[in-house]
């Protein structure tokens, strides 16, 4: 099992910035897990944002590419996502997700869930 834990949402103005961490814990081999965070706005579907692989390789959803930095500390067990010049459709309950599978891309194929954090942009 592995358990994670988000943090670093909040209220933040368009064109901000924040950085959300999701830190793992539990049976884990963490290198080995590809890590992903999604989003999910009131309405709408949960959707990809980004995910990172035990390797290093990174994929972004197109609506982020350039605003948005996944990353990872295998020696902290955590990933982050750094979000730049955010707008106010970029407001949504941010998750992070993991699995052993590499070729995880769509939410439905990750095993492991946080318990979401909250960013809200304003206009």
């Known amino acids: 099992q592995v358990q994670l834990v988000e943090s670093g949402g909040g209220l933040v103005q368009a064109g901000g910035s924040l950085r959300l961490s999701c830190a793992a814990s539990g049976h884990t081999y963490f290198s080995s897990y590809v890590m992903g965070w999604f989003r999910q706005a009131p309405g709408k579907e949960r959707e990809f944002v980004a995910r990172?692989?035990?390797?290093?390789?990174?994929y972004y959803a197109d609506s982020v590419k350039g605003r948005f930095t996944i990353s990872r500390d295998n020696a902290k067990n955590t990933v982050y996502l750094q979000m730049n010049s955010l707008k106010p459709e970029d407001t949504a309950v941010y998750y992070c997700?993991?699995?052993?599978?590499?070729?995880?891309?769509?939410?439905?194929?990750?095993?492991?869930w946080g318990q979401g954090t909250q960013v809200t942009v304003s206009s």
């Open positions: 997700a993991a699995d052993l599978d590499y070729t995880a891309t769509d939410y439905r194929e990750y095993h492991y």
């Open positions: 990172i692989r035990s390797g290093g390789l990174t």
